[in-house]
T-cell receptor
Framework: KAGVTQTPRYLIKTRGQQVTLSCSPISGHRSVSWYQQTPGQGLQFLFEYFSETQRNKGNFPGRFSGRQFSNSRSEMNVSTLELGDSALYLC?????????????FGEGSWLTVV | AQRVTQPEKLLSVFKGAPVELKCNYSYSGSPELFWYVQYSRQRLQLLLRHISRESIKGFTADLNKGETSFHLKKPFAQEEDSAMYYCALGSGNTGKLIFGQGTTLQVKP
C-alpha cells in the first residue's frame, strides 16, 4: 500500500496570503489528522476528520481550517498567513475505530512564510 | 488536562550502553500510549504501542499506571538508534495524539 502522501512538499508564501495543503491517506483509512511541527512548540494537533466530518479539534485559531472529501482525501487551509505559521505540517491517517488507531504519518509539507 | 512530558531534550550514550528515554503522562481515563521515532530526513513512524506489549528493534516500553509513566528502554544501544523519539498519548481510539516535546537520542561510537 502507498503511504500517506502530502503535496506540495515545500512552499513559500508571503504574510497575509492563504495556503492550501493536500493529503491523500493510506487506501482504506477514513481518519485523517493534521499536525503542526515547529522547533519551539513541537508537534501539535490541529484537527481530525472522519467520514467528512471534523471529529476533533486542537487549540488553533480559526484561520486554520480543513475538510475531507468523500474519497477520504483531505485539505487544510491557513488564511491570512503570519510569520509564526512557518512550520512543517504533517498529515496522518488511521483505520476506522475498532481496528486500533495505529496512526501513519506523511512526510509533511514545509511552509515558509516571509 | 492531557499532557505528555519528556524531561530530557537530549540523551547521549555510547554504543552498547543501556538506554532509557523517559515519558510521563497526565490523563484521567484509560491511556493509549505510543512511542514514535523520526530518523534524520525520514517521516515520523510508530515504534511501539503499549497495547501490543511487543519489542521492536530491541526497544520495549511498559505502561506504569501508578507512576503514570511509559519509559522506552533498550539494553544495548546501536548507532542506528540515533534519532528523535516522541512519546504520544492517544485519545479514545481516534486520530488525535498529544505528543511530548521529544528526546534526541545520540549514540556515540
Amino acid at each position: 500500500k502507498a503511504g500517506v502522501t502530502q503535496t506540495p512538499r515545500y512552499l513559500i508564501k508571503t504574510r497575509g496570503q492563504q495556503v492550501t495543503l493536500s493529503c491523500s491517506p493510506i487506501s482504506g483509512h477514513r481518519s485523517v489528522s493534521w499536525y503542526q511541527q515547529t522547533p519551539g512548540q513541537g508537534l501539535q494537533f490541529l484537527f481530525e476528520y472522519f467520514s467528512e466530518t471534523q471529529r476533533n479539534k486542537g487549540n488553533f485559531p480559526g484561520r486554520f481550517s480543513g475538510r475531507q472529501f468523500s474519497n477520504s482525501r483531505s485539505e487544510m487551509n491557513v488564511s491570512t498567513l503570519e510569520l509564526g505559521d512557518s512550520a512543517l505540517y504533517l498529515c496522518a491517517s488511521s483505520p476506522d475505530r475498532g481496528e486500533g488507531n495505529t496512526i501513519y504519518f506523511g512526510e509533511g509539507s514545509w511552509l515558509t512564510v516571509v | 488536562a492531557q499532557r505528555v512530558t519528556q524531561p530530557e531534550k537530549l540523551l547521549s550514550v555510547f554504543k552498547g550502553a543501556p538506554v532509557e528515554l523517559k515519558c510521563n503522562y497526565s490523563y484521567s481515563g484509560s491511556p493509549e500510549l505510543f512511542w514514535y521515532v523520526q530518523y534524520s530526513r525520514q517521516r515520523l513512524q510508530l515504534l511501539l504501542r503499549h497495547i501490543s506489549r511487543e519489542s521492536i528493534k530491541g526497544f520495549t516500553a511498559d505502561l506504569n499506571k501508578g507512576e503514570t509513566s511509559f519509559h522506552l528502554k533498550k539494553p544495548f544501544a546501536q548507532e542506528e538508534d540515533s534519532a528523535m523519539y516522541y512519546c504520544a498519548l492517544g485519545s479514545g481510539n481516534t486520530g488525535k495524539l498529544i505528543f511530548g516535546q521529544g528526546t534526541t537520542l545520540q549514540v556515540k561510537p
